[in-house]
């Protein structure tokens, strides 16, 4: 069955340093995201991708965040300068049709970012 | 802001009972998803509900969409050890990609 597929599974990073997060959304899916999970707290929408743009962000997703699809199959979340309430799992997703559509959205396990 | 409470945060009962969970909010959502999310792993979709009162059977869970399409339920019958989880609702708001999740109950069946 298709999957998202998610690496690093857990990075541990100084504060004020770069990360990238990764994702390989299914593959005929058109829609994607990303979503966070601070340790205790409810899942946050950070932002939705489509048509090699962004199409939604929250506030949460401020300048220090950006999103890319370099080739047409990985989908990244890179964080420019970490800060430590950044220390959360982050969730990548994706939909066939997005959520306003079918609103069917298959989520990745997850990367833990720990910032120190 | 919109907001999704979830009732209640924790639940923990005996296999082969019933329970409910409940998804409120005063706002209202134009469908309204279950999930569940086992530990270490990402949410996994049960079930979209779209219509205010609509009801949705999957297999011992059922799932109720409010009249006013501001609330939701999910009940499971006969409880198993498999229904272990976190369950999560989620609220698609009209035309947009974001979906506001709930606080989640975290529900444990004891064998």
């Known amino acids: 069955e298709p999957e998202v597929t998610q690496t690093p599974s857990h990075q541990v990073t100084q504060m004020g340093q770069e990360v990238i997060l990764r994702c390989v959304p299914i593959?005929?899916?058109?829609?994607f995201y990303w979503y966070r999970q601070i340790l205790g707290q409810k899942v946050e929408f950070l932002v939705s991708?489509?048509?090699?743009?962004?199409?939604?962000k929250s506030e949460i997703f401020d300048d220090q965040f950006s999103v890319e699809r370099p080739d047409g199959s990985n989908f990244t979340l890179k964080i420019r300068s970490t800060k430590l309430e950044d220390s959360a799992m982050y969730f990548c997703?994706?939909?066939?049709?997005?959520?306003?559509?079918?609103?069917?959205?298959?989520f990745g396990e997850g990367s833990r970012l720990t910032v120190l | 802001t919109q907001l999704l409470e979830q009732s209640p945060q924790f639940l923990s009962i005996q296999e082969g009972e019933n329970l409910t969970v409940y998804c409120n909010s005063s706002?209202?959502?134009?469908?309204l998803q279950w999930y569940r999310q086992e530990p270490g792993e990402g949410p996994v979709l049960l079930v979209t509900v779209v219509t205010g009162g609509e009801v949705k059977k999957l297999k011992r869970l059922t799932f109720q969409f409010g009249d006013a399409r501001k609330d939701s339920s999910l009940h499971i019958t006969a409880a198993q050890t498999g229904d272990t989880g976190l369950y999560l609702c989620a609220g698609e708001n009209f035309g947009n990609e974001k979906l506001t999740f709930g606080t989640g109950t975290r529900l444990t069946i004891i064998p």
């Open positions: 997703a994706s939909s066939p049709q997005g959520a306003k559509g079918t609103g069917e959205l298959f």
């Open positions: 593959s005929n899916h058109l829609y």
């Open positions: 991708f489509y048509n090699n743009e962004i199409s939604e």
């Open positions: 706002s209202v959502f134009s469908s």
